[in-house]
């Protein structure tokens, strides 16, 4: 149902647009009504009142398949301060309206003194945000145990449902969850992978949406600051979907990167799906999309279509490598040194000449120098090729 009119405050829709939506509620047998609009409790309250169901908008109903979806302690913390946050300024009238009677959607609070309501909803959030931040600080030591390992990092992004799983379980050999529903992905999920001999961490995080609430980017701020402190984002489109479509939630993807602060992070687009186009599709849509989309690569996560040339093309803006070189003697220790460096360089050369062994190998800047220090304590000698 639509209309176009000045907000009610009462219903949202006028009086005669109500009794319309109950008589639908009624011919459908309808169990829940959804609004696109922002609801008041007022207005919701009317609004069961007349249709005898119960009444939400688009925030509660994102809440409600987030609740569904979340597997991790984390992402329920997440969800549940998102839900307090949006209670908090309209806790007063909830309590007001629960008194009135009971209506789908506003039972069990009469119980609650309305102040005595209201500073309980405060000290949740207090105290959620405090769990929060213990997590934010071990997801923090966890980047800094990465960084520590001199691993580049890319960061998953995209539209829900626009295949970032799938294209991580091809990209990691994986088999993190995939479905056909929105938000299939609510907490982060790191793997290693390798492109052309170095070794890289992918991370699959939320997917984006439509209005994206404010109130979500920042319940879900630790999730998200992923993306923005990652060497490159992997922003991942669904081709398979009308022009109109795909230009919208491109736009809208770009708009939240935007948003919560990783303009400065470069940017590699996964076309997804391309073997759901009919003949002659590809090329028309990816000329379409050529001056919005960052560095696009056609693929098909599915089949494995494009994969290595997406992959070459994610190296291109990834930090740039050095390649060095160093000769140790062959101490006690040497063996245990270049397993901790096999592990984490792209070791190209390694020869053995009498009692001293020659290294060449590539990684990030600030790696290369952290193995100078190591070669030196062992009486080595390091040179940058």
Request: glycine letters at 6%; aromatic letters at 8%.
């Amino acid at each position: 149902m639509e209309q176009i009119r000045e907000r009610d405050p009462s219903y949202q829709i006028g009086s005669g647009k109500a009794k319309e939506l109950a008589e639908m509620v009624e011919a459908n047998k309808a169990e829940k009504v959804l609004f696109d609009n922002d609801l008041k409790p007022l207005q919701a309250y009317n609004l069961a009142k007349e249709t005898g169901v119960e009444v939400i908008d688009r925030f509660q109903l994102i809440l409600e398949i987030f609740a569904r979806r979340a597997s991790t302690t984390e992402a329920k913390y997440q969800i549940e301060l998102a839900k307090l946050r949006y209670d908090l300024p309209r806790a007063k009238e909830r309590v007001k309206l629960a008194k009135m009677g009971e209506q789908p959607g506003f039972m069990g609070l009469g119980a609650y003194q309305v102040d005595l309501y209201y500073e309980t909803i405060k000290r949740q959030i207090h105290h959620l945000r405090g769990r929060l931040k213990g997590v934010g600080r071990k997801r923090s030591l966890h980047r800094a145990r990465r960084l520590e390992l001199g691993y580049s990092t890319v960061s998953l992004a995209g539209y829900t449902n626009a295949g970032k799983s799938s294209i991580f379980n091809t990209l990691a050999q994986e088999a993190v969850p995939v479905g056909i529903g929105l938000f299939t992905t609510l907490s982060t999920a790191t793997r290693a992978i390798s492109l052309s001999n170095k070794k890289v961490l992918l991370t699959d995080t939320v997917g984006f949406i439509d209005r994206l609430p404010l109130t979500l980017i920042e319940a879900f701020h630790s999730t998200l600051e992923e993306t923005i402190f990652s060497d490159l984002i992997l922003l991942v489109v669904d081709l398979s979907e009308s022009l109109e479509d795909i230009e919208r939630k491109l736009t809208i993807c770009l708009d939240t990167i935007q948003t919560i602060g990783a303009t400065g992070v470069p940017i590699v687009t996964a076309l997804n799906k391309i073997d759901l186009l009919k003949e002659g599709e590809l090329q028309e849509k990816t000329s379409r999309l050529m001056g919005l989309a960052p560095n696009p690569v056609a693929v098909s996560a599915l089949n494995g279509i494009n994969i290595a040339l997406l992959k070459q093309e994610m190296m291109r803006y990834l930090r740039q490598y050095i390649q060095a070189s160093f000769s140790i003697p062959l101490k006690t220790d040497y063996k245990l040194f270049l397993n901790w460096l096999f592990s984490r360089a792209d070791v190209q050369n390694l020869k053995y000449e009498a009692d001293t062994v020659h290294v060449v190998f590539e990684s990030v800047p600030w790696f290369a120098e952290k193995v100078r220090e190591r070669v030196q304590e062992l009486g080595g000698t390091f040179e940058k090729n």
